[in-house]
Structure formats: structure tokens, C-alpha cells
T-cell receptor, first 112, second 110 residues
């Protein structure tokens, strides 16, 4: 089973607030990715974990963004001091071994 | 860096065949993926090519030429439900970073 759940599915927040999203793979996957997608664009890479190690982080990601995967299973993505430009769909994807990345349903963030 | 190009929009007729092209310039190529994404939903996996040639899976086929940095997705016997965005994505580097193009919005008409 390669299912992935994300929570919350929708989040509306005011500018300047902090938000945290969670990604839960149903079964073990050693690789976990976070992407951000805006309307009419492809998913934009944010960061990537191999087990609990964060191996790469996009240069586009400001220091307001942080991600963790403490036990190599679920992951959290936190955005501090949100801005209107952070409004987007935040997608989590997981993969194991040579398998293809499988996406969760995403969290839609709206910053007012 | 990575650069992935694909057409922004395409329109085709139900029952016809359509080819969606993707060109890429990357370092450390480890394979190319095609995903389908319906509006408001997450991308879903369609195909994966790591060697040159054609991979066929039902109505969908994908081709890769590594020397030309080129791939295409071929959709046969188009159905209305095939109206979606088609995303080309490349695996690069030892960390298996997956980089996406902007996607091709396909509209299937009667």
C-alpha cells in the first residue's frame, strides 16, 4: 500500500501567522518529498528526506520554511510568519526503493 | 540547474491520438516520469522511462531519447476523462530529486 494522507486538507490563515502541515505515509517509504504548487504551474520542489535525513532543500525556500521527519515515517512542514505569496497547494510524495513517487492529496493553504 | 520544457496547452478530439512533447536539460539524469493531474487533485503516476525507447501501457505510451534530452507521451483513443494536466518530471542526482515541468493542459473535445 503506497497511500499517503495529509492534514489538514485546507488551511486558511491570516498573514503573519505560523502554520504546520503533516504528511503521513500509510506504510514505510524511505524517501519523502515536499512540493508547492500554484495554479497553472507544475509542482515546485521544496525539500527531500531519505529516512530521517533532510538531503536537499530548495534555494527558493526561505528561512521561514522548515521541515522535519523525526522518525523517518511522518513529516511536518512549518511556515512561519506566513505571507500572501505562500498561498498554494502543498504536496507530499513518498517513494520506496526504486519506486516512483506517490503523491498525497495535498494541503491547500490560503493566506489572507 | 534543471530546465524542463513542455507546451502549455493542447486541444484534441475524442477518439483521436495526441502526442505531448517534453525536452529537458539536466545534470545527473536518472529517469523521466509522466504524471496526470486533474484539476484540484494530486498528480498520479502514468509512466517511467530510464532507457531509450518506447514504453507502452494500454492507451498510454511514453518515449525517451537521452541523447536528445527528449520525451513524449502518446495518448490513443482519447476520452473526455483524459482532459487534464500532463506533467513531465526528471529524476536527477544521487538524491533522486524529482523536478517537474510546468505541465501541459490537455483539453479533449467532442
Amino acid at each position: 500500500d503506497t497511500g499517503v494522507s495529509q492534514d489538514p486538507r485546507h488551511k486558511i490563515t491570516k498573514r503573519g501567522q505560523n502554520v504546520t502541515f503533516r504528511c503521513d505515509p500509510i506504510s514505510e517509504h524511505n524517501r519523502l518529498y515536499w512540493y508547492r504548487q500554484t495554479l497553472g504551474q507544475g509542482p515546485e520542489f521544496l525539500t527531500y528526506f531519505q529516512n530521517e535525513a533532510q538531503l536537499e532543500k530548495s534555494r527558493l525556500l526561505s528561512d521561514r520554511f522548515s521541515a522535519e521527519r523525526p522518525k523517518g515515517s511522518f513529516s511536518t512542514l512549518e511556515i512561519q510568519r506566513t505571507e500572501q505569496g505562500d498561498s498554494a497547494m502543498y504536496l507530499c510524495a513518498v517513494a520506496g526503493g526504486p519506486g516512483y513517487p506517490f503523491f498525497g492529496p495535498g494541503t491547500r493553504l490560503t493566506v489572507l | 540547474g534543471q530546465n524542463i520544457d513542455q507546451p502549455t496547452e493542447m486541444t484534441a478530439t475524442e477518439g483521436a491520438i495526441v502526442q505531448i512533447n517534453c525536452t529537458y536539460q539536466t545534470s545527473g539524469f536518472n529517469g523521466l516520469f509522466w504524471y496526470q493531474q486533474h484539476a484540484g487533485e494530486a498528480p498520479t503516476f502514468l509512466s517511467y522511462n530510464v532507457l531509450d525507447g518506447l514504453e507502452e501501457k494500454g492507451r498510454f505510451s511514453s518515449f525517451l531519447s537521452r541523447s536528445k534530452g527528449y520525451s513524449y507521451l502518446l495518448l490513443k483513443e482519447l476520452q473526455m476523462k483524459d482532459s487534464a494536466s500532463y506533467l513531465c518530471a526528471v529524476f536527477t542526482g544521487g538524491g533522486n530529486k524529482l523536478t517537474f515541468g510546468t505541465g501541459t493542459q490537455l483539453k479533449v473535445e467532442l
